[in-house]
């Protein structure tokens, strides 16, 4: 055995020096390296504390907005006042860029992105062990240099992956994860994106856009399959104009999905003479538009941002909206029906704006506004009293990170940041003030005994009985180290 051991040691310390010919093949790894692999990242930590029990996301770090009044038996307390605080570093980010391959004139790249978001589990998803999640993924090919008359050239890129929406790539100056969520859109999504750059102002974008993590709302909760059985990926149209330190840009989002595939028709049966129920397929069906302006300006160390979205169910994008159900069939029981429902879009205006001043220290503010407009046309009526009509709250598919009794909403956002090289802190005052209406509380027969359901006007499907305010401070730190 000794015999055995001594010479694969020996053979073990000798083989850093032997010369095995591996130092052309590892220069040229590292050759490729440098010219065409950018690796970036981050370790961030955020530590939060909010005086309002309120909706929020990823670890509690990813706000939306404070919950509603609730009040206990003798309505002695409101059981959503209570502080919380947490501090987690799930959101560590790691990144490659791939650039510098070209076949012939075309241009390709590609971009990797991950963090530690997957994993928690429990309600509201604060528990657990944080796993690598993806963010993005994504392709590029760019073809560059095209004659655009005699003085101008063109560029057209395209990216295929999970990549930012378009409506969600342009933020507010916040430290906080939403970034603006739920006053701005919020999405990476698979999608394939066309930008046209023609000469040196205009660049003009179209793409298919499909969905992933960031769901539509349906009869079912939030889920792919409205999209899927649709068979008609979200499209997207914008234009932008670029100009010194100035640019606007427009653009829409057309969205039309499938709520149900089977439902319940009433059919004469032949042999009896008689109505009948049976499942059928169904062609169910909405589509919605939702437009949006975006403007900034900069000019050395100050920049401005603005953006507004007029949104009809945009809750696939994290925005306060949905849809309702506006007819289910026809009240004759023995009038013949094909089992299909018809629905009207929920509209929400979204709007933001935001300054940031300074570099090594730096001072940022941002201010937004989101309003519920109703339905654009009415909802089903569901029950009537003192002849108004209401609808099911089940029967209006609001946000999932929402409310349907949700009017209106407010924030503001003060931000300090010390940039020290690559290590960043950052303190924010995110104030979010939310109005809410009462629902229409009404005890109806069940299956197991008398159950309350929840019911909205249904002219609009807006709670409007005793509009209230409430409001959360959530004071938030912010360190992180880019590398």
């Not at 909706?55 to 307390?77: I, R």
């Not at 009948?276 to 941002?305: C, H, W």
């Not at 949905?322 to 029906?337: F, N, V």
Request: charged share 20%; proline share 5%; with cysteine.
């Amino acid at each position: 055995m000794k015999k055995i051991i001594f010479p694969l040691l020996l053979l073990i310390l000798l083989l850093p020096a032997l010369p095995l010919g591996a130092e052309p093949k590892e220069s040229a790894v590292k050759d490729e390296l440098k010219n065409h692999f950018q690796f970036y990242g981050f370790v961030r930590n955020f530590f939060a504390f909010d005086t309002r029990e309120s909706v929020a996301g990823t670890g509690d770090l990813f706000y939306y907005l404070p919950k509603d009044v609730n009040m206990n038996e003798d309505g002695s307390q409101d059981l959503n006042t209570r502080p919380s605080f947490r501090f987690l570093a799930l959101t560590t980010r790691l990144g490659v860029d791939v650039t510098g391959y070209r076949v012939g004139r075309m241009s390709l790249g590609a971009k990797v992105e991950t963090d530690f978001y997957a994993g928690l589990t429990g309600s509201p998803k604060i528990n657990g062990t944080a796993q690598l999640r993806l963010r993005q993924a994504y392709m590029t090919i760019g073809w560059d240099d095209l004659k655009l008359g005699e003085e101008n050239s063109a560029s057209v890129d395209l990216k295929i992956g999970q990549a930012w929406h378009p409506m969600a790539a342009d933020q507010p100056h916040v430290i906080a994860l939403e970034t603006g969520t739920p006053f701005n859109p919020f999405s990476r999504t698979p999608l394939v994106l066309m930008d046209a750059s023609l000469g040196k102002h205009f660049v003009l974008s179209a793409g298919a856009i499909w969905q992933m993590q960031y769901l539509s709302s349906g009869p079912n909760g939030a889920s792919a399959e409205y999209i899927k059985y649709a068979c008609t990926p979200e499209g997207y149209v914008g234009a932008t104009f670029k100009t010194g330190g100035f640019s606007a840009k427009a653009g829409l989002s057309i969205l039309s999905i499938k709520p149900r595939t089977v439902g319940t028709g009433r059919y004469l049966d032949s042999s009896s003479g008689v109505m009948s129920d049976r499942m059928v397929k169904v062609s169910d069906r909405i589509t919605t538009f939702s437009p949006f302006l975006y403007l900034q300006y900069k000019k050395g160390n100050f920049e401005a941002k603005a953006k507004t979205v007029l949104s009809q169910a945009g809750e696939h994008v994290n925005l306060m909206s949905g849809y309702g159900i506006s007819w289910m069939g026809p009240s004759d029981p023995s009038a013949a029906y094909d089992g299909h429902y018809e629905y009207t879009p929920l509209r929400a205006s979204s709007t933001w704006a935001s300054v940031s001043y300074g570099k090594k220290w730096q001072v940022m503010l941002m201010g937004g506004y989101v309003r519920n407009l109703g339905t654009a046309g009415p909802l089903v009526t569901d029950y009537t009293e003192n002849g108004t009509d209401y609808t099911d709250a089940e029967h209006l598919y609001f946000s999932g990170n929402g409310f349907s009794n949700l009017n209106s909403m407010w924030r503001i956002v003060p931000t300090a940041a010390c940039n020290f090289g690559k290590l960043t802190l950052a303190v924010e005052w995110n104030i979010t003030s939310a109005q809410y209406g009462d629902y229409k509380k009404v005890s109806v027969p069940g299956a197991d005994g008398p159950q309350t359901r929840k019911y909205l006007l249904s002219a609009t499907g807006l709670a409007s009985d005793n509009l209230h305010w409430v409001t959360n401070h959530r004071l938030q730190m912010m360190i992180r180290y880019t590398f």
